[in-house]
């Protein structure tokens, strides 16, 4: 997957993008309930295609080996709640195809 060239998404796009990191931090935090339910009836595999690494901005932990090919520095080490429950739900793949339609997310329900 390339680096998404945010000053080409329009600014509708990424406030939506920025409202579904919000409303995923608040899940993580305040819901762990309904985050352990919808994780367990998810299905499918993470394909590591970095779009979810880059819904609001490129995450500064995403190294670029070269154009095509991306890797996480910390995801041996340590990943924030948001990234090891990437998408809780179809809202949050909702969210992801804004950015990357033609790149399908390996998780579904």
């Given amino acids: ?35 352990r339910q919808h994780l367990a009836s998810r299905q499918g595999e993470c394909r590591r295609c970095s779009v979810c690494c880059q819904l609001s901005a490129p995450c500064p932990a ?3 080996s070269d154009p095509k090919c991306v890797e996480c520095k910390l995801y041996k080490y340590y990943r924030l709640p948001n990234c090891c429950t990437f998408p809780i739900d ?12 033609d790149t399908k997310c390996g998780y579904h329900w």
């Fill in 1 to 35: 997957m390339d680096k998404i060239p945010f000053r080409k998404v329009p600014l509708r796009v990424r406030l939506t993008l920025v409202k579904g990191v919000l409303r995923r931090c608040f899940l993580n935090q305040c819901r762990k309930k309904y985050v």
């Fill in 62 to 64: 995403l190294q670029w």
């Fill in 90 to 101: 179809e809202r949050d793949l909702a969210d992801r195809d804004l950015l990357a339609p």
